[in-house]
C-alpha cells in the first residue's frame, strides 16, 4: 500500500537520527549503505522544513564498548544493571569529526540537537530516554512545549536508534512515521536480548508506528 501524508507544519517534525559519519562507510561502526540517506534527507528537509537532530556522543571509555571489556569483541552480549547491552567497536567519540552530523546535511531546518550516550557509565539508543528506559534526555519536554506531536523520524540505524526512538515516541504518546528510505540498519544476528531487523519492524507495526517511503510526503 502506497501511504502518503500531508505536512501540517504547526504539528510536525523531522527527526533526523544519527545521521553521523561515524555510522556510515569508512566510520567506526559502519552501516551498509549509510551514507546513501544524505540525500533524501535533504530532500525531506526541503519538503518538511522543521527538525530536530540526534547525535550519538560517547566519552572514549564508554561501557558500550567492546574494548572496555577484557576478552570481549565487538557485537557480543553482555548483563549490565539496566539489562543486556550489545558491545559495540568505539564509535561516536564526544567531539570528534566523526560524531558530528555529517557535513553535507542542510542543518538549516534542525531547531534542535540532542546529544545521548554521554554518560559513561549508560548506553543510549533512543532519543526519548537511555538505555535504563527512565533517563530522560528532554527531547519530550521540548516537543511538548512546542506543540509538536507528529513525528517523522529517519536515520541511522534502523534497528538500534531509530526502532528505540518510534518506540518510545508511540509509549509517549506521539504519531510516528518512521520513513524507510531514509533509514539504514545495522542488520546483526538474532541473539538473546539483541534487536534484529525484523524484530525491530514487527514490534513497530505492532505498536502503531507507519513505515512510509520519502516520496510519499507532500
Ligand atoms: C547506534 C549502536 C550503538 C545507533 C548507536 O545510532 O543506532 N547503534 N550506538
Ligand atoms: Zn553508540
Not at 110 to 117: A, L, T
Not at 130 to 148: A, S, V
Amino acid at each position: 500500500m502506497e501511504i502518503s501524508m500531508r505536512i501540517d507544519i504547526a504539528h510536525d517534525i523531522l527527526g533526523l537520527v544519527d545521521v553521523q559519519p561515524t555510522f556510515m562507510p569508512g566510520g567506526e561502526l559502519p552501516v551498509a549503505g549509510g551514507d546513501g540517506i544524505v540525500p533524501v534527507v535533504n530532500r525531506l528537509l526541503t519538503t518538511l522544513p522543521r527538525a530536530f537532530a540526534t547525535q550519538d556522543w560517547h566519552p572514549a571509555d564508554h561501557v558500550s564498548f567492546a574494548s572496555q571489556h577484557r576478552g570481549r569483541a565487538p557485537f557480543e552480549m553482555i548483563e549490565l544493571s539496566y539489562g543486556p547491552q550489545v558491545l559495540w567497536p568505539d564509535h561516536a567519540i564526544a567531539g570528534s569529526g566523526n560524531a558530528a552530523i555529517h557535513r553535507d546535511i542542510d542543518q538549516g531546518p534542525i531547531e534542535v540537537i540532542i546529544r545521548k550516550g554521554c554518560d559513561r557509565e549508560l548506553d543510549s539508543y533512543s532519543t526519548f530516554f537511555e538505555n535504563d528506559r527512565r533517563t530522560p534526555t528532554g527531547l519530550d519536554g521540548w516537543l511538548r512545549q512546542r506543540g509538536l506531536s507528529r513525528l517523522f523520524l529517519c536515520g541511522l540505524a534502523t534497528d538500534f536508534c531509530v526502532a528505540w526512538s518510534a518506540e518510545d515516541a508511540v509509549r509517549l504518546g506521539y504519531e510516528v512515521f518512521l520513513i524507510e528510505d531514509a533509514c539504514r540498519g545495522i542488520g546483526l544476528p538474532a541473539a538473546p536480548g539483541r534487536t534484529t531487523m525484523d524484530d525491530a519492524r514487527q514490534r513497530l507495526l505492532g505498536l502503531g508506528v507507519t513505515f512510509i517511503n520519502s516520496d510519499g510526503i507532500a
